[in-house]
Structures are given as C-alpha cells and as structure tokens.
Nanobody, 122 residues
C-alpha cells in the first residue's frame, strides 16, 4: 500500500507560481513511478506530468511543457510539481498518483491522493 498526501495548492494570479508537494508513505513507494493529474469542474481528469522511479524519465502534457517541472526526492519520499507562468486554464484540483510503471494514463495508476485545489485568477 502507498499513501499519498498533496499540499501546496492555493490561489494565485495569472503569471504566478505554485509548488505542489506529494508526500508518500508505504513500503512500495520506493519502486513506484509518480504522476500528477488534474481535474477541472465539469471536465475529465487529465494527465499533467509523470516521473520514473529513478527520475531519469519525465513526461509532460503539451499544455504544461516549459512551464511545469516534476521532480522527486527519494530520500524524503516526496514528489514535487513546480508550476510557473500559471494561467487561468490551469485551475483544477491536482492529484498525485503512484504506479509501478511510468504512464500518462490515469487508469494505470493504483494509488491516489485526495487532491489539492489550485486556482489561478486572471
């Protein structure tokens, strides 16, 4: 089992930055790929970014490339999503997820956090 807890969401003006953290616990975290997904009101959950266990492979949605950066600190069991140049369209609940294999598909992820709200005002 893996337990995931997100933090760092909030309200920010367009062009601003936020740093989301996902704290993981559980014996299987050490072998897990990690992903960030988001869901806006009335929309389906969508992929944002993912990182492999060793951090060498990273995937990003086209909509966030060049603005968001995913990283992980294995020693601290933490995954970070640094979000810069935020836009109103980035407003959503952001979820952290864990899976054995690196994937951009939400259906592949076995463990999910409760989510953290990110609101970007224009």
């Amino acid at each position: 089992q893996v337990q995931l807890v997100e933090s760092g969401g909030g309200l920010v003006q367009a062009g601003g930055s936020l740093r989301l953290s996902c704290a993981a616990s559980g014996r299987t975290f050490s072998g897990s790929a990690m992903g960030w997904f988001r869901q806006a009101p009335g929309k389906e959950r969508e992929f944002v970014a993912a990182i492999s266990w060793g951090g060498l492979r990273k995937y990003y949605a086209d909509s966030v490339k060049g603005r968001f950066t995913i990283s992980r600190d294995i020693a601290k069991n933490t995954v970070i999503l640094q979000m810069n140049s935020l836009k109103p369209g980035d407003t959503a609940v952001y979820y952290c997820a864990a899976n054995e294999e690196l994937s951009t598909l939400s259906r592949d992820y076995d463990y999910w956090g409760q989510g953290t709200q990110v609101t970007v005002s224009s």
